[in-house]
Structure formats: structure tokens, C-alpha cells
T-cell receptor
Framework: QKEVEQDPGPLSVPEGAIVSLNCTYS??????FMWYRQYSRKGPELLMY????GNKEDGRFTAQVDKSSKYISLFIRDSQPSDSATYLC???????????FGAGTRLFVKA | ETGVTQTPRHLVMGMTNKKSLKCEQH?????MYWYKQSAKKPLELMFV???????ENNSVPSRFSPECPNSSHLFLHLHTLQPEDSALYLC????????????FGPGTRLTVT
């Protein structure tokens, strides 16, 4: 079983839609949960990170962690064509220094 | 220059060549990372340096040799590569202990012929 599972997509939505991106993980020791956005021909860019459970909001983006289900989500409200990118989830255990990444979900937002 | 820069952006090399990838960060961080990103695969951590000391070598073949002369610069020396080593090589940096907040460079697209 992979440590992090992420549906590669692609996911195509119309502009203005609410987007839900998800990952599952296998090890309950993980405490930090990150979402990165990667545009074509660019390096990943950190969107936000969450420690332990709960929600975190930043503008149109909301990260959600459900540790009981080992499930993490990123919601994008009022999606824009500029949100078209690959979204990578990542996890890290407390005190560790090896971040585990998901394979990424390719998102297309159509104008 | 700001953030994390990488040179060259593209590299084509034969299997018998020797080349080096360079990474420089202008963020005042003391931890630096090399990752390999292959198509449709997760980022694979290769090496981690904290305060110039290597703290992680993720079972990387010896044909990849990292070097970290100071906290701002990171190199990846390449020799006798295989075609399956063709990938995007990404450098990242963070503050030590804050691996959850990494800043990535644009990557070097490597093609081994």
C-alpha cells in the first residue's frame, strides 16, 4: 500500500465551480499535511499546510484533514482558469525530515 | 534574484558524460533538498542537507553525487547516467525543522540519451 494515494485525474470543471481534491494516507503518525500547486514547467509552490486535524482557510482555498479517516482535502471556491495546474498533497511526520508526496491531480478550469 | 534558482533549466547528456546541476537559494534557509520528478509519479526525495551536512540519502545510486558547499548552494553531480534517469530534478529549501514549508526552484529537465 502506498503511503499517500492521490487520484491523478485529470479533473475538468467550469469556471466558478467548487473543486474538491483529495488524498488518503496510510500511516497515522503523520501530523503535517501540505498542498502544493505546480504549473506546467514550474516547480511546486506551497499553498498551505495544516498541523493535525481540522480546517484551514486562505482566500478561496480550504484545506481539511480528517485523521480518523486518514483523508485530506483541498477545496477551491469560485475556481478560475488560472487555477488550472497540478495539485500535490504531501504529508510529514512530526520530527521527521522526509516529506511524502502524492502523484498529483491535474486540474483544468474551463472559461 | 529571489527565491530558489536552478541552472541549467534543460540538459541533454549522453550516458558517458559528466555534468552538474546547480541550485541557489536566496531565502536565508539552512536546509536544502534534491527531488526527482518523473512523469505520473510522486516526487521522490533524493538528498537532504541541514546546515551543509547531509542528513538523508534516500537509497540513491552512486551515479548521483550531491555537494553542499554552503547553506545557499547545492549541486548534483551526474555521471554514467541511464535513460531511466531522465526526469525533472527539483531543488527546494526550508528552515531546518520546517520541512512542511519548502520552497522549490523551477527544476532542471534532464534527458539522458
Amino acid at each position: 500500500q502506498k503511503e499517500v494515494e492521490q487520484d491523478p485525474g485529470p479533473l475538468s470543471v467550469p469556471e466558478g465551480a467548487i473543486v474538491s481534491l483529495n488524498c488518503t494516507y496510510s500511516n497515522s503518525a503523520f501530523q503535517y499535511f501540505m498542498w502544493y500547486r505546480q504549473y506546467s514547467r514550474k516547480g511546486p509552490e506551497l499553498l498551505m499546510y495544516t498541523y493535525s486535524s481540522g480546517n484551514k482557510e486562505d482566500g478561496r482555498f480550504t484545506a481539511q484533514v480528517d485523521k480518523s479517516s486518514k483523508y485530506i482535502s483541498l477545496f477551491i471556491r469560485d475556481s478560475q482558469p488560472s487555477d488550472s495546474a497540478t495539485y500535490l498533497c504531501a504529508i510529514l511526520n512530526t520530527g521527521g525530515f522526509k516529506t511524502i508526496f502524492g502523484a498529483g491531480t491535474r486540474l483544468f478550469v474551463k472559461a | 534574484e529571489t527565491g530558489v534558482t536552478q541552472t541549467p533549466r534543460h540538459l541533454v547528456m549522453g550516458m558517458t558524460n559528466k555534468k552538474s546541476l546547480k541550485c541557489e537559494q536566496h531565502l536565508g534557509h539552512n536546509a536544502m533538498y534534491w527531488y526527482k520528478q518523473s512523469a505520473k509519479k510522486p516526487l521522490e526525495l533524493m538528498f537532504v542537507y541541514n546546515f551543509k551536512e547531509q542528513t538523508e540519502n534516500n537509497s540513491v545510486p552512486s551515479r548521483f553525487s550531491p555537494e553542499c558547499p554552503n547553506s545557499s548552494h547545492l549541486f548534483l553531480h551526474l555521471h554514467t547516467l541511464q535513460p531511466e534517469d531522465s526526469a525533472l530534478y527539483l531543488c527546494a529549501s526550508s528552515q531546518p525543522g520546517q520541512d512542511y514549508e519548502q520552497y522549490f526552484g523551477p527544476g532542471t529537465r534532464l534527458t539522458v540519451t
